[in-house]
């Protein structure tokens, strides 16, 4: 759970230390995703697992990876360009409170209790402290609505994923490499549009999107499966909590970016509501509903 935890919390740190120096938005989603699926490709080849065969099955990761990998790798990358990384992964933690207005939407959460609902209400009240609009220092801007957009197109994307890809037999590892090889087709298409890069690419970028593609991402799929199915998937899901701790801790001690009182309490308040809105699935959901809440993630 700690390395799992510091990979998937360090990829904000990845991808502020990638935009500094040199590399544009498009480029390190392209190459995060490519990254990440010549891990899986090669874990999934070791454990001789097949890729999908089905049209219908890449027809759906499609949709998947577009809103799992594609989009939100994309989202993060241009909203770090004006927002610290630590603040990113706070964002980023309120996935599970756009998870669950989503399933009031479409119905799969139709008996939803009190304390669910005070946590929603508590967890969007703490990303409102975070943006603070009524400070002329506040994060309300283009950035950091990006971030919150990423945050929810993994909702939208868990949503689907555990309606139309988890449980219907295919093999998880191949499934994922499926995704993300899927995802690299769909941001090579916003290449050309991406435009080049503002500066010169140094090594230490080249380095930062090696380690994002390679541990942030691909290992990071790897590692979520393996402990879903040695501990559990509620400790998988557990892992969410550390990553904006994580994220806070590495983009202040190692980018020195600026820790204010008011994102540190933002942050616990979401926390708490996400606590409180996953209330009913500790105590009475399976956990094969929990598993399809983190068994498709990778940020």
Same mark, same amino acid.
């Given at each position: 759970?700690?390395?799992?935890? &510091?990979?998937?919390? =360090?990829?904000?740190?990845?991808?502020?230390?990638?935009?500094?120096?040199?590399?544009?938005?498009?480029?390190?989603?392209?190459?995060?995703?490519?990254? #990440?699926?010549?891990?899986? &490709?090669? !874990?999934?080849? =070791?454990?001789?697992? /097949?890729? +999908?065969?089905?049209?219908?099955?890449?027809?759906?990761?499609? @949709?998947?990876?577009?809103?799992?990998?594609?989009?939100?790798?994309?989202?993060?990358?241009? #909203?770090?360009?004006?927002?610290?990384?630590?603040?990113?992964?706070?964002?980023?933690?309120?996935?599970?409170?756009?998870?669950? &207005?989503?399933?009031?939407?479409?119905?799969?959460?139709?008996?939803?209790?009190?304390?669910?609902?005070?946590? !929603?209400?508590?967890?969007?009240?703490?990303?409102?402290?975070?943006?603070?609009?009524?400070?002329?220092?506040?994060?309300?801007?283009?950035?950091?609505?990006?971030?919150? #957009?990423?945050?929810?197109?993994?909702? @939208?994307?868990?949503?689907?994923?555990?309606?139309?890809?988890?449980?219907?037999?295919?093999?998880?590892?191949?499934?994922?490499?499926?995704?993300?090889?899927?995802?690299?087709?769909?941001?090579?298409?916003?290449? +050309?549009?991406?435009? $080049?890069?503002?500066?010169?690419? $140094?090594?230490?970028?080249?380095?930062?999107? @090696?380690?994002?593609?390679?541990?942030?991402?691909?290992?990071?799929?790897?590692?979520?499966?393996?402990?879903?199915?040695?501990?559990?998937?509620?400790?998988?899901?557990?892992?969410?909590?550390?990553?904006?701790?994580?994220?806070?801790?590495?983009?202040?001690?190692?980018?020195?970016? =600026?820790?204010?009182?008011?994102?540190?309490?933002?942050?616990?308040?979401?926390?708490?509501?996400?606590?409180?809105?996953?209330?009913?699935?500790?105590?009475?959901?399976? =956990?094969?509903?929990?598993?399809?809440? @983190?068994?498709? $993630?990778? /940020?």
């Amino acid at each position: 759970m700690g390395v799992l935890a &510091l990979l998937w919390g =360090s990829a904000f740190l990845w991808i502020e230390v990638a935009l500094d120096n040199g590399l544009t938005p498009a480029q390190i989603t392209f190459a995060r995703c490519a990254l #990440g699926a010549l891990v899986l &490709l090669a !874990l999934a080849w =070791s454990a001789r697992q /097949r890729l +999908p065969r089905d049209r219908a099955t890449w027809g759906r990761l499609v @949709v998947a990876a577009f809103f799992c990998n594609a989009l939100p790798f994309a989202l993060f990358s241009i #909203g770090q360009q004006t927002v610290d990384s630590g603040v990113a992964g706070v964002l980023n933690a309120t996935t599970p409170l756009w998870s669950l &207005l989503i399933g009031i939407a479409i119905g799969t959460e139709r008996r939803i209790r009190p304390v669910r609902l005070a946590g !929603l209400l508590l967890g969007f009240a703490g990303t409102l402290l975070i943006f603070a609009p009524w400070q002329q220092d506040g994060l309300m801007g283009r950035g950091a609505l990006a971030i919150l #957009g990423a945050a929810l197109s993994y909702a @939208v994307a868990f949503a689907y994923m555990a309606r139309k890809l988890t449980g219907k037999g295919s093999a998880p590892l191949a499934l994922s490499a499926a995704q993300l090889l899927t995802a690299t087709g769909l941001s090579t298409l916003a290449l +050309p549009a991406g435009g $080049t890069a503002t500066g010169q690419i $140094t090594w230490v970028g080249v380095i930062a999107l @090696v380690i994002l593609g390679v541990f942030g991402t691909g290992f990071t799929f790897a590692l979520n499966y393996r402990l879903i199915a040695d501990e559990g998937a509620t400790s998988a899901a557990t892992v969410g909590y550390l990553l904006p701790v994580v994220s806070l801790a590495l983009g202040a001690i190692v980018l020195e970016e =600026s820790l204010t009182f008011r994102v540190v309490a933002g942050m616990a308040v979401v926390l708490a509501g996400v606590s409180l809105t996953r209330w009913q699935k500790r105590t009475e959901s399976s =956990s094969s509903q929990v598993e399809a809440d @983190v068994a498709g $993630t990778a /940020r």
